[in-house]
């Protein structure tokens, strides 16, 4: 395996061996079949109702304002990956002036659910968990799983895009796509060019090379000792003729 993604330039050998901008592509990917079109649309309009409940609860402390929805589920694409939306949120007026008492009203509301992580206050801020608890339910489905807080990172993009939620229209709204977010100049130049995945076609079948493998000490790296379950008498041979370039 190692070999391959060395022949194949997932992995490379300067000063040292690393990950090559190829091989972060496939670590980057969804290992997971995409979805059909009717599913995801089904699951983003049970979202679209978490945010009409959020935005009508008065005991939440923030506002859905707008939901900008992008990717392939907005070209009608017959599988998706994932459901690509940009959140616009904001802390409710009456709160927005006064943290402390959005605090105090926070710790009465939290005990109605049950699973309040015990590190909120490390790993979540209580504001965020309980947006996220109505929005994204106990557990957040997978296809939800890229949803951005924010619209930078579509503004960068500068992909696009169609508003389908605005709460000063009164929530689901149809509008057109446009070519890009209103505050998007076109694709930032600090962001990387969309990745392609590299060509994974099977290779016919050949003797392993096996250089790379000597040179290794055995301090939990590849080595032939690793390869060979210990330092046999086969083991010696490998390191010997590898290093000399007759494997």
């Known amino acids: ?18 990950v090559s901008e190829k091989g972060m592509t496939i670590a980057r990917a969804k290992a997971k079949r995409r979805t059909p079109l009717a599913q995801a649309l089904t ?3 049970d979202f679209l109702t978490r945010a009409d409940a ?6 939440a402390v923030q506002y859905v304002e707008r939901i900008w929805l992008f990717g392939s589920v907005m070209h009608g694409k017959a599988a998706v990956g994932d459901i690509d939306l940009a959140l616009e949120t904001a802390r409710r007026p009456e709160y927005c002036d006064d943290y402390m008492g959005m605090t105090r009203h926070l ?5 109605r659910y049950g699973d309040v992580p015990a590190a909120r206050n490390v790993l979540w801020s209580a504001e965020a968990w309980v947006t996220e608890r109505v929005l994204y339910g106990a557990r957040r489905h997978a296809l939800l799983a890229g949803v951005q807080n924010g619209v930078s990172d579509l503004i960068a993009l500068g992909v696009p895009c169609r508003l389908i939620y605005d709460r000063a229209r009164g929530g689901r709204v149809d509008d057109p796509i446009i070519p890009r977010h209103p505050c ?21 079948i050949r003797p392993m090379d096996g250089r ?7 301090y939990g790296i590849v080595s032939p000792s690793c390869i060979f379950r210990g330092w046999t008498d086969e083991t010696t041979s490998f390191s010997r003729t590898t290093r000399t370039g007759c494997a």
Request: hydrophobic share 40%.
């Open 54 to 59: 959020l935005n009508r609860d008065p005991d």
């Open 43 to 45: 699951l983003l309009d």
């Open 1 to 18: 395996m190692f070999e391959e993604c060395l022949d194949r330039g997932l992995i490379v050998s300067e000063d040292g061996f690393e």
């Open 212 to 218: 790379w493998a000597a040179g290794f000490a055995d």
């Open 184 to 204: 998007s100049n076109g694709r930032d130049a600090d962001m990387a060019p969309p990745a392609q995945m590299p060509d994974l076609t099977p290779r016919d």
């Open 107 to 111: 710790e009465r509301i939290l005990p």
